[in-house]
């Protein structure tokens, strides 16, 4: 036998692996979320010092409306909202928060933010790893195994983890082609007013999804991740050491939630919040109940109207963010 | 740790193989490496067990000596009741014990007694199923006179234990294999050329097809009752019998590839099943060496010498059940083998009514519509029974059925909706299996000629199936389905 044969399956391998690598290192679609938090990493890079940023879920990444703020002020202002992040992804973010030196830093919270359950995106552990953030021991200890590899992925695996996102982009393609979809397509790269979730559920609806355990458990602290919890105190207690303005936004819910969720439930999470914003010294403004069921989309996402409300109520508030 | 066709573990062997095989110039040390090297792959799969491997296999070694020497019949009887009572005990013990201890506590609490013996939780050996019906092929043989033990244990050692078909098969006969021992390994580039092919190709079918489906198939039957209405029950049945196909005939195409790139020839174990006009056609081509061996050693015995159509339906019908039995021990299996042998009964037993009847109709007269149509049906059935092999609740069972056989295509577009929005890459294969399978049906010899090509054309196979696996592979890989037979 020719010893050519041997050598072709390893050039076909090699030629395979390099064409690979070529086309996943120009790739930088990782769904809608996973391409907006990569966008959010980059964005660090060149953000102006003195800027508001405005950091959580997807309630502040539907709720805030930075172009209004920006024209009603002085400010320059950020929304790094994003759907499926949980705070143990945004303490990671930490060290490229402090470096970016805001004004303040915004962050929205609500019960649901703790949750695990739904709530999730682990694809966003690589997405940090790709830029270079590591966790430090604290964080470490509260990682899980599957976390823990996503963060620590070297070159090749990461490289091969990310053909998860090939097929789900060129199918969506296609599908988009068929049936035009409803979602905005801006959600990527707007850090102004990033609206994603626009389709109005009807209160039949609403009423049917907070029958359903799995949707009831997200509202209760009580049943939210330790680490979670852990891991946002931290955020806080770091950007305070390193002299950085936190204002924590109670988030609003649908009244819907607040008149089926048991008042303990919603003591225990408000209690929660001020005993945070006493022990660490930051300031707390409570909007859990000043939104109507008009101003919703869904159970926990404010709608335009609820978004230009609570981004207007920053600009004409007595709270120190806006001036 | 059970080591994958599809992992880099298995690549690493493979190629550590290959280069210890091209080194090694005698032809005793290749067989005696390719025996340590398939213990050593059995001991990394299945830990511990390998002991089990080699005892019952040297038993057998030893019982089928016994047999061809013995001086009379009675003795012949004695050691090959012997071999079957061992073989067939392991596979008993490790496989069933759970299994009967389960159906006993069941039955014993209908008439009011709750004995509740607990579970012995005993542990599956890798491929039990197989190696223990590969030696128990050889000592049956043995003793049908229709082969001559082999003098070196080591040889039967390595055939039993032969690492590209130890855990899932194909069900490789001695006979086929030892006489392949006589000759020192040496590579051929067409061997070479076409057992790689081979091998490309069933990791395409195993990690891009199979594993892309999983996702639909493992939401679907875990609790089909979430899905409204026939479409998702019928996409869900179809979704796994492709799922197993490719599964199952990607591991049949690495063993056979991998063993003819060093230079063993082994049957085809899948033949485009889902072509089949009959059951019985159905089992010429899924399957094959576990059909052909339940033929040769439990149809064959079971109808004796006199030949009569009760016995031919009795026959049928036991070994489907056992056939059923092999594949997992659960009811489910049983109820799966036993719709196949009463499907292969009915379809006997009418068999001159319906010529007569499509006769009478002029489908006779339409043969490619009544091939289809034959096709069509098979396919039906098939895919029908394979409902009852995946799903393991009763209530779950019924549910399937009643939306498979009372088609229930109200709000079709509404369901059609919403199974594409939640699972588009899995539907999306299921569209590209049934279209490369159609066409490699109907292009003969598609692989084959792949092979004929040269070099550079060869290279280019070799890079497009790299590159699907690099860009179409789910991120997670599955265990093969039949690992756990």
Known sequence: ?323 | MIVLFNSFEFLYFGIFVLLALLIIQSKKYQYLFLLIASYYFYYVSGGSFFLLLFFTSALDFYLAKFIFTASSDRMRKWYIVISLISNLGVLAFFKYTDFAINTFNVIASWFGYQPQIPFLNVILPIGISFFTFQSMSYTLDVYYKKLEPTDSLFRFLLYVSFFPQLVAGPIIRAADFLPQMNKKIVFLEDNFKSGLTLVMWGLVKKVVIADNIAVFVNAFFTDPTQFAGSLAVILGAIAFTIQIYCDFSAYSDIAIGVARMIGFTFMLNFDKPFFSKSIAEFWKRWHISLSTWFRDYLFTPLMGRKFTMTRVYCSVFIVFLVSGLWHGAGWNFVSWGFLHGFFLIVSMSTEKWRYKFNTFIGLTKLPKFHGLLKTMITLYLVVFSLLLFRLYNADFIIYAARKFIFIDFSQFLVQAQALWSQFQVPLLFIIVFIIVHIYTYFKKGFLDQIVQKGSFEWTMYLISMILIMYLFSPTESIQFIYFQF
């Open chain 1, 1 to 323: 036998m020719k010893q050519s044969y041997f050598i072709l399956p390893c050039i076909a391998l090699v030629v395979s692996t390099v064409l690979y690598l070529v086309f996943i290192n120009s790739f930088d679609n990782f769904g809608p979320h996973g391409t907006r938090f990569n966008n959010i990493l980059e964005k660090y890079n060149d953000l102006p010092a003195g800027s508001i940023l405005f950091i959580g879920d997807s309630q502040i990444q539907e709720g805030i409306d930075c172009t209004l703020i920006e024209k009603e002020s002085i400010e320059t202002c950020f929304n790094f909202g994003l759907a499926g992040l949980v705070p143990m992804q945004m303490a990671l973010q930490k060290d490229l928060v402090i470096a970016t030196k805001p004004k303040f830093v915004v962050i929205g919270v609500s019960a649901a933010f703790f949750d695990e359950s739904i709530n999730k995106n682990e694809d966003l552990f690589l997405l940090l790893n790709d830029h270079g953030v590591a966790a430090d021991s604290f964080l470490q200890e509260r990682l899980t195994d599957q976390e823990k590899k996503l963060l620590s992925m070297n070159y090749f695996e990461k490289a091969l983890y990310k053909r998860k996102f090939i097929l789900p982009l060129y199918v969506g393609i296609f599908d988009s082609l068929i049936s035009p979809s409803e979602q905005h397509p801006n959600v990527v790269t707007n850090f102004k007013n990033p609206r994603f979730f626009i389709h109005q559920q009807q209160r039949e609806e609403l009423t049917a999804k907070l029958q359903d355990p799995a949707v009831r458990h997200i509202f209760e602290i009580e049943k939210s991740a330790r680490r979670q919890r852990d891991a946002f105190h931290y955020f806080v207690r770091e950007l305070k050491q390193a002299g950085i303005e936190v204002v924590v936004l109670n988030m609003p819910y649908h009244p819907l939630v607040l008149e089926q969720l048991s008042p303990a439930s919603q003591q225990a999470f408000n209690n929660y919040l001020l005993e945070l914003s006493q022990a660490l010294n930051f300031e707390l403004i409570d909007l859990q109940h000043q939104f109507s069921a008009a101003d919703f989309n869904d159970l926990t996402h404010l709608n335009a109207a609820g978004s230009e409300k609570l981004s207007f109520s920053f600009v004409k508030g007595d709270d120190r963010v806006i001036q």
